[in-house]
């Protein structure tokens, strides 16, 4: 089979090759550049656009976006943080326009299948960077194409001893890596593999692990965990969560307070000091104050929705305004309701944050991790669902207590996932009658 009939065979029904061709690159270099991959991701994101049947505001799951809009705009003119209330709006207003355009190219479960591997094998850089600044003292910066796409990368990882990659601080490739790992697990997953390929694709999961866990951020490390069981599916659960449990079990004893010493002793000789320490914060117990704490950030940022819960004062204003308050600096709030809801009012965070909800619980709802789906060679794709789902909670789940979403890699990644969701709950039999482009003649 030659490269174009192949690329046929995986193409969607419903979009172009051009358009299909634009949107696999982008995906593809995604973790690597926002800018390489925004050269492919807009013009792909444009044909999606075009000849729908059903245009942007005819679609009720647009409706929450699009009043959120008018929203952020109207706060934007009255805002505490002035032009960079204006500026805030481009992680929002041409993210929504993403949700809709790149949903033909994710209406069919063959091509989000396609879309996840090309995350996964696109993390491979990441990867690579991470340990090469980790063991080898590799570091940057690199740059191409005259300085238009550069890779700050840290000798020894930021912070120093964290892997980091080619991301900008080490939980930020944690968020990265643990939401493409469903999609390893998946592949791992696929009973047509080849014994080569699962070999490949093993090892990729192990460095994949690895690289998790170097990135000593707790949220990665959750979400390492968490996607386990999802993946696997309901079916395998009466003996996968016995098993983690088992696993998890000295890790609790190690951490959790009030456990007997000397049983905490023994655990702690069985987990490395470096996870449980870092678990309970005891190598920062004397350099923390309490303004810097996660408890310190969200009780301000309540005080300050209080203060003005319609509009919010702006983009960017909680790190103005939590140094006035407290004399400690901190960029945002670490959790995604309460940044908004500052930012942009109260209104707004209901609308996005019910709108992530409301998608994941309408995938599940489509039996997105029914217990009835098997693990064999036909039940492949819906093990790639399973992951897609699975990589949106992740991210959802991230967010309760980081703001990831403020890397563009991050942030178009996510509502490509929801995106994803979208096209997962739709009818079978409205695929290409309802929401389908008609984009073979452009």
Request: charged share 10%.
């Amino acid at each position: 089979m030659n490269l174009s009939s192949l690329m046929k065979r995986l193409m969607p029904n419903s979009v172009s090759s051009l358009g299909w061709f634009l949107f696999q690159a982008g995906l593809f270099f995604l973790p690597s550049s926002a800018f390489l991959s925004g050269l492919f991701l807009l013009p792909a994101l444009i044909i999606g656009s075009l000849k729908r049947l059903i245009p942007f505001w005819r679609d009720p799951w647009n409706w929450p976006l699009i009043l959120a809009s008018f929203w952020m705009i109207k706060g934007a003119f009255t805002a505490y943080s002035g032009w960079l209330a204006w500026a805030g709006l481009a992680n929002w207003i041409p993210l929504f326009w993403c949700f809709w355009g790149f949903q033909p190219y994710l209406l069919e479960s063959a091509s989000r299948r396609r879309s996840a591997c090309l995350l996964l094998s696109g993390t491979v850089p990441v990867l690579l960077t991470g340990f090469g600044q980790l063991w080898f003292g590799w570091e940057g910066p690199w740059q191409l194409f005259g300085g238009l796409i550069v890779w700050f990368i840290s000798p020894g990882g930021e912070p120093i001893g964290r892997l980091s990659g080619l991301f900008d601080y080490a939980n930020i490739a944690g968020a990265w890596l643990a939401l493409v790992w469903p999609f390893c697990l998946a592949t791992l997953l696929q009973s047509s593999l080849t014994r080569l390929a699962r070999g490949w694709v093993l090892l990729l999961g192990i460095a994949m692990v690895a690289a998790l866990v170097l990135t000593d951020s707790r949220n990665a490390w959750g979400g390492l965990i968490l996607a386990i069981p999802f993946v696997f599916g309901p079916v395998s659960w009466v003996w996968l969560l016995p098993l983690l449990s088992l696993l998890l079990l000295p890790i609790v004893l190690a951490v959790v307070p009030g456990v007997p010493i000397d049983i905490q002793e023994l655990a702690r000789k069985f987990v490395p000091e470096s996870i449980w320490s870092r678990l309970n914060d005891m190598q920062y117990i004397d350099q923390r104050a309490l303004a810097s704490t996660r408890l310190s950030q969200w009780k301000v940022a309540i005080k300050l929705v209080l203060e003005r819960p319609w509009f919010g004062w702006g983009a960017a204003a909680f790190s103005i305004l939590y140094p006035l308050r407290t004399g400690q600096w901190h960029g945002h709030a670490h959790n995604f309701p309460l940044e908004i809801a500052v930012s942009h009012g109260f209104f707004v965070a209901v609308l996005l944050v019910g709108t992530v909800l409301a998608l994941l619980i309408a995938s599940l709802r489509n039996g997105v991790l029914d217990a009835s789906v098997s693990l064999n060679k036909s039940g492949n794709l819906s093990i790639f669902d399973r992951a897609w789902w699975t990589s949106t909670f992740i991210l959802l789940v991230l967010h309760a207590t980081d703001m990831p979403f403020f890397d563009s890699r991050l942030n178009i990644a996510g509502w490509i996932l929801l995106a994803g969701l979208r096209c997962i709950i739709l009818p079978r039999d409205s695929f290409h009658q309802r929401f389908s482009s008609h984009l073979n003649d452009v």
